[in-house]
């Protein structure tokens, strides 16, 4: 009897601890890429610099701006780290991102929402009557999926706000809206010579993940229905107590017998059927090492695989907007005006952190 924890991630991830402010830290990361030779290096280095050095810019000064200032530069920040991306992994040039056929790819009509997350975004497919659009690129290669929609498309932010983890109590408490994100637990536990895949999820959230894995049968277990050896793998792997337990339940694949080409088998087809939806928290977890179930997000008349960088960045746009055209939106002391504050203080420098996850190789996390 005995377990490994393992998280089904594509990519290697590499924990850096620092004693400087996280803000500054993970831009002394982004910048240190140009420095550095492949593997670690970041392609492109003279092409991507103007982006990552002028995201770098506005995202400082945002940092230190009030919120309605700081929600028009945060925006502004992620569009040149997205062209740094893009230019980056080689999936648009350097010349046609500096073109002036290259447009952001994102619009906002003036417009009288009840509230916040009623306000609609257009978003325009990956090349529109002549003009690169970096949202929908950035989407295809940030995700490694095409775009699915071959016109413009109108979504609101109720749409993608249940992705953005930093406001996962306030969109809950205001608006009634749960998060999408799923927070799981999971071991490979070998029993005599046998072993399987184990994860333990919200009780409410099983249904979701298994719709998303249709090529690996998993069956369930009660938390309230597990043995003494389950009990003892669990509880001492991640530091859990029964009380953790309650209102969860276990997925399990078919035990398999435990012999080197099976193990081997097991995990890229693990990899294979989770990567597309399971990610890392973006900063450490000291107490417990979960990682994040992403369910896809219907866009349209699309179901498409969906990432909070993502969300954020089109929150940061809708801020940009309002602020930009319609300030008067913000009631003082509403809880819209709360939300947006609330976005830029906690939900952008996560944000960043993704970028940072994304542009390194392995992924970066700063604690």
């Given at each position: 009897m005995?377990f490994?924890?393992?998280?089904?991630?594509?990519?290697?991830?590499?924990?850096?601890?620092?004693?400087?402010?996280?803000?500054?830290?993970?831009?002394?990361e982004?910048?240190?890429?140009?420095h550095?030779?492949?593997?670690?290096?970041?392609s492109?280095?003279?092409?991507?610099?103007?982006?990552?050095?002028?995201?770098?810019?506005?995202?400082?000064?945002?940092?230190?701006?009030?919120?309605r200032?700081?929600?028009?530069?945060?925006?502004?920040?992620?569009?040149?780290?997205?062209?740094?991306?893009?230019?980056?992994?080689?999936?648009?040039?350097?010349?046609?991102?500096?073109s002036?056929?290259?447009?952001?790819?994102?619009?906002?009509?003036p417009?009288?929402p009840?509230?916040?997350?009623?306000?609609?975004?257009r978003?325009?497919?990956?090349?529109?009557?002549?003009k690169?659009?970096?949202f929908?690129?950035?989407?295809?290669t940030?995700t490694?999926?095409?775009?699915?929609h071959?016109?413009?498309?109108t979504?609101?932010?109720?749409?993608?706000?249940?992705?953005?983890?930093?406001?996962?109590?306030?969109?809950?408490?205001?608006?009634?809206?749960?998060s999408?994100?799923?927070y799981?637990?999971?071991?490979?536990?070998?029993?005599d010579?046998?072993?399987w895949?184990?994860?333990?999820?919200?009780?409410?959230?099983q249904a979701?993940?298994?719709?998303?894995?249709?090529?690996?049968?998993?069956s369930?277990?009660?938390?309230?229905?597990?043995?003494?050896?389950?009990?003892?793998d669990?509880?001492?792997?991640?530091g859990?107590?029964?009380?953790?337990?309650?209102?969860?339940?276990?997925?399990?694949?078919?035990?398999v017998l435990?012999?080197a080409?099976?193990?081997?088998?097991?995990?890229?087809?693990?990899?294979?059927?989770?990567?597309?939806?399971?990610?890392?928290?973006?900063?450490?977890?000291?107490?417990h090492n979960?990682?994040?179930f992403?369910?896809?997000?219907?866009l349209?008349?699309?179901?498409?695989?969906w990432?909070?960088?993502?969300?954020d960045?089109?929150?940061?746009?809708?801020?940009?907007?309002?602020?930009?055209?319609?300030?008067?939106?913000?009631?003082?002391?509403?809880?819209?005006?709360?939300?947006?504050e609330?976005?830029?203080?906690?939900?952008a420098i996560?944000?960043?952190?993704?970028y940072?996850?994304?542009?390194?190789?392995?992924?970066?996390?700063?604690?």
């Amino acid at each position: 009897m005995g377990f490994i924890i393992f998280h089904p991630l594509k990519k290697q991830l590499i924990d850096v601890t620092t004693t400087n402010a996280p803000e500054k830290q993970l831009w002394q990361e982004l910048v240190a890429l140009r420095h550095l030779s492949k593997p670690k290096g970041i392609s492109g280095k003279k092409a991507t610099a103007p982006w990552i050095d002028q995201a770098k810019i506005y995202f400082i000064d945002a940092y230190k701006a009030d919120w309605r200032s700081s929600g028009l530069l945060y925006y502004y920040s992620f569009l040149n780290l997205a062209k740094a991306y893009l230019a980056a992994k080689r999936s648009t040039s350097a010349k046609d991102l500096k073109s002036v056929s290259s447009y952001h790819g994102l619009s906002a009509e003036p417009q009288s929402p009840r509230r916040l997350i009623d306000f609609e975004i257009r978003i325009y497919p990956p090349v529109f009557r002549g003009k690169q659009n970096v949202f929908a690129k950035f989407y295809e290669t940030f995700t490694c999926t095409k775009w699915p929609h071959s016109q413009d498309i109108t979504i609101k932010i109720s749409d993608i706000i249940p992705y953005c983890r930093e406001l996962t109590t306030e969109v809950r408490n205001f608006y009634g809206i749960d998060s999408d994100i799923i927070y799981v637990y999971s071991l490979i536990r070998y029993v005599d010579q046998t072993f399987w895949f184990e994860l333990n999820v919200p009780s409410d959230k099983q249904a979701i993940i298994v719709s998303h894995i249709n090529n690996i049968p998993l069956s369930s277990l009660d938390a309230r229905s597990i043995n003494a050896a389950d009990k003892t793998d669990w509880l001492s792997s991640y530091g859990l107590t029964m009380q953790n337990l309650i209102g969860t339940t276990f997925l399990r694949t078919p035990a398999v017998l435990n012999d080197a080409a099976k193990h081997k088998q097991t995990i890229e087809g693990l990899l294979d059927a989770f990567g597309d939806y399971s990610l890392p928290l973006p900063m450490p977890s000291v107490a417990h090492n979960v990682w994040q179930f992403i369910p896809k997000l219907s866009l349209g008349s699309q179901k498409v695989v969906w990432h909070p960088l993502l969300s954020d960045y089109l929150v940061a746009f809708a801020l940009s907007s309002i602020l930009r055209y319609q300030p008067h939106l913000f009631k003082p002391n509403s809880q819209d005006a709360y939300l947006a504050e609330a976005w830029c203080a906690q939900s952008a420098i996560t944000a960043l952190r993704y970028y940072l996850m994304a542009l390194t190789i392995p992924s970066i996390r700063c604690n």
